[in-house]
């Protein structure tokens, strides 16, 4: 045997001690992610409320005109990207940041808004042009760092500085499959004519161009603060799988180190039972 | 009795009010509004103000609400809020110090000009609630 049994046996010390953290890492998540849901039961319905008033609105109505949605082509384009501040949650981030970096074009035509200690440092070590980044909210979003995003990104979209606003968030499918998403939000997509929709009359006050300044920012708004509200329970659900594997794991290693400390061990009883053998051999 | 129509107020923390009513009178920043069973379809957008919701009994429910907008359709009427409490539960401390904070942050004045609004906007929600709780307790 080539390791001693006491090698062994601080081996399996330390690989327990680590299963003992990530086992309460995923107790923690757990917990979290329970709280992450309830949140997200609630704020749903105003979220989905708002997505189907404006597609409501944009189908029903073709004649109106805003400068949310032009048909001009897109050169720069302005990217939220939602991520977490810290680690230890298996693909969440990477992902997201991934998604971002398989759309994204040129360098210099690319801005973003980067939430979450994450995504900062990977767009910022690669010297990308950070418009606002957000940290240290994602586990807690409130709707007034929603606001602050939206208002952020709806100026550069005014300014003519970008044309298009894309928000890379994670959507909770459910406990164990979380989706990155990449969804824009600017210039708002006119939803296809569907053959049931008659020419319905909609009354605008005080005018269909004011309702719907008005509404779209409300919509870029809400719509990212129920990506941020969502990407937190997927966050806490990525990092709980991600904790029990590795819990699991620590377990798998644990037991292999236990049949090599007993073989060890019972190699040495072994060798010293011989040893005495042949000393008593010798004596006689 | 008249006919009754499906309402439902959303806001982002919860859902303020799902269910059949007779009337609704609500404030659009063109002024009030009341909606009764098949309204035409429309949308509005709302601004600070109270919201009428006429109860079973005859009687009219009243809550203060912030900003937000309305659509009818021949099924349904919701309105999307971003806040909305009916009086009762309207915490006047908090409104007093809100008010307090957001003329205390007018006065000085020297902040960005989007502080100042945001700052207005909640002067006028405190004044809104304080109004509300006053006139309706």
């Given at each position: 045997?080539?390791?001693s049994?006491?090698d062994i046996?601080?081996k399996?010390r330390?690989?327990?001690?680590t ?6 890492m995923e107790?923690v ?14 704020t749903?319905p105003?979220?989905?409320t708002?997505?189907t008033?404006?597609q ?9 005109r805003?400068?949310y949605?032009?048909?001009?082509p897109?050169?720069?384009?302005l990217y939220i990207v939602v991520?977490s501040?810290?680690g ?6 990477i992902n997201a940041i991934?998604?971002?970096?398989e759309?994204?074009g040129p ?9 979450g200690?994450?995504a ?5 070590k690669?010297d990308?042009e950070l ?7 994602s586990?807690h979003?409130e ?6 995003i ?13 044309d ?7 959507r909770f499918?459910s406990?164990i499959s979380q ?6 939000l ?19 006050e ?11 920012p409300?919509?870029?708004e809400?719509t990212?603060?129920?990506?941020l509200?969502e990407s937190s329970?997927s ?5 709980r ?8 794991n620590?377990?798998?290693?644990i037991e ?6 007993n073989q060890?061990r ?7 039972i ?8 010798a004596?006689? | 009795?008249?006919s009754?129509f499906?309402?439902?107020v959303?806001t982002?923390?919860r859902d303020?009010?799902?269910?059949e009513?007779?009337?609704a009178i609500?404030r659009t ?9 098949d309204?035409?379809p ?11 919701i006429k ?7 009243w ?5 937000g907008f309305?659509?009818v359709?021949?099924s349904?009427?919701t309105?999307?809020v971003?806040s909305a409490?009916?009086v ?6 908090r409104a007093?110090?809100a008010k307090k904070?957001a003329e ?9 000009e989007?502080?100042?609004?945001r700052a207005q906007?909640?002067?006028e ?7 509300m ?5």
């Amino acid at each position: 045997m080539a390791s001693s049994t006491r090698d062994i046996k601080r081996k399996i010390r330390s690989v327990n001690s680590t299963k003992q953290i990530t086992k309460a890492m995923e107790l923690v998540s757990t917990a979290k992610l329970r709280r992450a849901r309830e949140r997200m039961d609630i704020t749903q319905p105003y979220f989905e409320t708002v997505q189907t008033a404006v597609q409501d609105i944009l189908s029903a109505d073709h004649s109106i005109r805003t400068e949310y949605v032009s048909d001009k082509p897109i050169e720069n384009t302005l990217y939220i990207v939602v991520t977490s501040d810290r680690g230890l949650c298996g693909g969440y981030n990477i992902n997201a940041i991934k998604k971002t970096f398989e759309h994204m074009g040129p360098k210099e035509k690319s801005k973003f808004i980067t939430i979450g200690r994450k995504a900062y440092d990977a767009f910022a070590k690669l010297d990308f042009e950070l418009v606002d980044t957000f940290m240290y909210i994602s586990e807690h979003p409130e709707y007034i760092h929603a606001s602050q995003i939206a208002k952020t990104a709806i100026d550069l979209f005014k300014k003519g500085e970008v044309d298009a606003i894309q928000f890379v968030y994670t959507r909770f499918a459910s406990t164990i499959s979380q989706v990155t998403t990449m969804l824009q939000l600017l210039p708002i997509e006119r939803p296809e004519l569907s053959d049931t929709v008659q020419e319905e009359f909609i009354n605008y006050e005080p005018s269909p161009e004011e309702v719907l300044g008005y509404i779209i920012p409300k919509y870029v708004e809400s719509t990212i603060f129920g990506g941020l509200v969502e990407s937190s329970a997927s966050e806490q659900a990525a990092r709980r799988i991600a904790m029990e594997n590795a819990s699991d794991n620590a377990e798998d290693i644990i037991e292999e180190l236990e049949l090599y400390y007993n073989q060890a061990r019972q190699a040495a009883i072994t060798q010293e039972i011989s040893e005495i053998v042949g000393g008593a051999e010798a004596l006689k | 009795m008249g006919s009754k129509f499906k309402l439902n107020v959303v806001t982002p923390d919860r859902d303020f009010f799902s269910g059949e009513t007779e009337m609704a009178i609500v404030r659009t920043t063109e002024g009030d509004l009341g909606i009764l069973y098949d309204h035409e379809p429309l949308v509005a957008p709302l601004r600070i103000g109270s919201m009428r919701i006429k109860m079973e009994d005859g009687s009219f429910k009243w809550a203060a609400c912030s900003s937000g907008f309305i659509t009818v359709n021949d099924s349904d009427v919701t309105m999307l809020v971003d806040s909305a409490e009916w009086v009762e539960e309207i915490d006047m401390d908090r409104a007093l110090e809100a008010k307090k904070r957001a003329e205390e942050r007018i006065r000085e004045g020297d902040a960005k000009e989007i502080d100042i609004a945001r700052a207005q906007a909640a002067l006028e929600r405190a004044i809104n609630r304080i109004k509300m709780r006053d006139v309706r307790k």
